[in-house]
């Protein structure tokens, strides 16, 4: 029978946690790409993470945060692009590593800022 402390460290896969750590050096199947000929983005629950895995229109697949950077909105309504993921609400566009490429109204007011070279989601 296992302990309280040794049943905790089994079991919690969150980000930060030992077995979390663990689990994230090895692949593990999440989805089957034929899955992605209708539905190109799909929400998912992976080690304690609420994510979001997609594929785009140039056939690259990512998995990133399901909640945007700018106001959490729900990235599973974003839409595909040619090159990535765009968030429904304000706009901004999320490549398959996390990245922000596009903010239409911070590229439009003050495009010499480049707020979004900042901006990352895992
Ligand atoms: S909430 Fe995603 S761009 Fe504003």
């Given at each position: 029978?296992?302990?309280?402390?040794?049943?905790?460290?089994?079991?919690?896969?969150?980000?930060?946690?030992?077995?979390?750590?663990?689990?994230?050096?090895?692949?593990?199947?999440?989805?089957?790409?034929?899955?992605?000929?209708?539905?190109?983005?799909?929400?998912?629950r992976l080690l304690g993470e609420d994510l979001v895995l997609y594929k785009d229109q140039a056939?690259?697949?990512?998995?990133?945060?399901?909640?945007?950077?700018?106001?959490?909105?729900?990235?599973?309504?974003?839409?595909?692009?040619?090159?990535?993921?765009?968030?429904?609400?304000?706009?901004?566009?999320?490549?398959?590593?996390?990245?922000?490429?596009?903010?239409?109204?911070?590229?439009?007011?003050?495009?010499?800022?480049?707020?979004?070279?900042?901006?990352?989601?895992?």
């Amino acid at each position: 029978m296992l302990s309280n402390q040794d049943n905790e460290l089994l079991t919690r896969v969150g980000p930060g946690t030992a077995m979390g750590e663990l689990l994230r050096r090895y692949w593990m199947p999440i989805a089957a790409v034929t899955e992605f000929e209708k539905e190109t983005v799909r929400p998912l629950r992976l080690l304690g993470e609420d994510l979001v895995l997609y594929k785009d229109q140039a056939g690259t697949f990512g998995l990133v945060d399901r909640h945007c950077a700018h106001r959490r909105a729900d990235l599973s309504y974003g839409f595909v692009e040619e090159c990535g993921l765009r968030c429904n609400y304000h706009g901004w566009l999320y490549d398959e590593k996390g990245r922000c490429l596009e903010q239409p109204y911070e590229d439009t007011a003050a495009p010499q800022a480049r707020f979004k070279d900042k901006i990352h989601i895992n």
